[in-house]
T-cell receptor
Framework: AQSVTQLGSHVSVSEGALVLLRCNYS??????LFWYVQYPNQGLQLLLK??????LVKGINGFEAEFKKSETSFHLTKPSAHMSDAAEYFC??????????FGAGTILRVKS | DAGVTQSPTHLIKTRGQQVTLRCSPK?????VSWYQQALGQGPQFIFQ???????QRGNFPDRFSGHQFPNYSSELNVNALLLGDSALYLC??????????????FGPGTRLTVL
C-alpha cells in the first residue's frame, strides 16, 4: 500500500529564509506525487506535481520539489519565505489516476 | 470558470441524524472524488464517482454513500451521524484519463459539526 510521511508537523522560518518541507513516500513503483497548500478555512490548492518527467519540478509561488527515487523523497523548497506562505502543506501520492493518499500535513509559520 | 463548488459551507447536525453534501465539478470534468479531513489530519479518501457509478472506495463504513448525476455533480450522504464524523468534507473533480494521473481540483469544502 502507498503511504506518505511528512517529517515535522510544524516548521517555523524567518521571512526571507529557505523553506524546506520534507516528504517521503512508499510505493512499489514510481508514483505520481503532489504538493498541495491549504490556507485557513479553505480547500486545497495544487502547488506542483511530479509525473515521471523532469525530477526537478517547479510550481506556483516560487516553490519547487525534487524527486529522488534512491531516497524515496519529494521535498518541497522555496529559496526565500514570504509572510503569505504561512499555511498548511500536504504531500500526496497517487497511482493509476485514482485516489490521492495524503500525508498528515506540515504547518508552516513565517516569522517577521 | 467557477471551479469546484460545494454546498453548504457549514452544517451543524446532532448524533443519529442524516446529512447530504453537494458538489459541482469544474467545467469539463467528469469524475468526482470525496475526502474527509478531520481536524489536524490530512484528507482521507472516501470514494470516487465516474459515469454515475462508484468506481473506488476508501476505508469508510456503508453509512457513507454517494451519488453522481448525469451533469456530473455529486452528493455525499452520511447516515446515523457520529461525533467522529465531524470534519471538513472536500470534493475534488478531475477529467478521467486512463493513461496516467488525473489531476484533482478541490472545492472549498463543507465543515460538518456533529453535536
Amino acid at each position: 500500500a502507498q503511504s506518505v510521511t511528512q517529517l515535522g508537523s510544524h516548521v517555523s522560518v524567518s521571512e526571507g529564509a529557505l523553506v524546506l518541507l520534507r516528504c517521503n513516500y512508499s510505493s512499489s513503483v514510481p508514483p505520481y506525487l503532489f504538493w498541495y497548500v491549504q490556507y485557513p478555512n479553505q480547500g486545497l490548492q495544487l502547488l506542483l506535481k511530479y509525473t515521471s518527467a523532469a525530477t526537478l519540478v517547479k510550481g506556483i509561488n516560487g516553490f519547487e520539489a525534487e524527486f529522488k527515487k534512491s531516497e524515496t523523497s519529494f521535498h518541497l523548497t522555496k529559496p526565500s519565505a514570504h509572510m503569505s506562505d504561512a499555511a498548511e502543506y500536504f504531500c500526496a501520492v497517487m497511482r493509476y489516476g485514482n485516489k490521492l493518499v495524503f500525508g498528515a500535513g506540515t504547518i508552516l509559520r513565517v516569522k517577521s | 470558470d467557477a471551479g469546484v463548488t460545494q454546498s453548504p459551507t457549514h452544517l451543524i447536525k446532532t448524533r443519529g441524524q442524516q446529512v447530504t453534501l453537494r458538489c459541482s465539478p469544474k467545467s469539463g470534468h467528469d469524475t468526482v472524488s470525496w475526502y474527509q479531513q478531520a481536524l489536524g489530519q490530512g484528507p482521507q479518501f472516501i470514494f470516487q464517482y465516474y459515469e454515475e457509478e462508484e468506481r473506488q472506495r476508501g476505508n469508510f463504513p456503508d453509512r457513507f454513500s454517494g451519488h453522481q448525476f448525469p451533469n456530473y455533480s455529486s452528493e455525499l450522504n452520511v447516515n446515523a451521524l457520529l461525533l467522529g464524523d465531524s470534519a471538513l468534507y472536500l470534493c475534488a473533480s478531475s477529467l478521467d484519463y486512463t493513461g496516467g494521473h488525473n489531476e484533482q481540483f478541490f472545492g472549498p469544502g463543507t465543515r460538518l459539526t456533529v453535536l
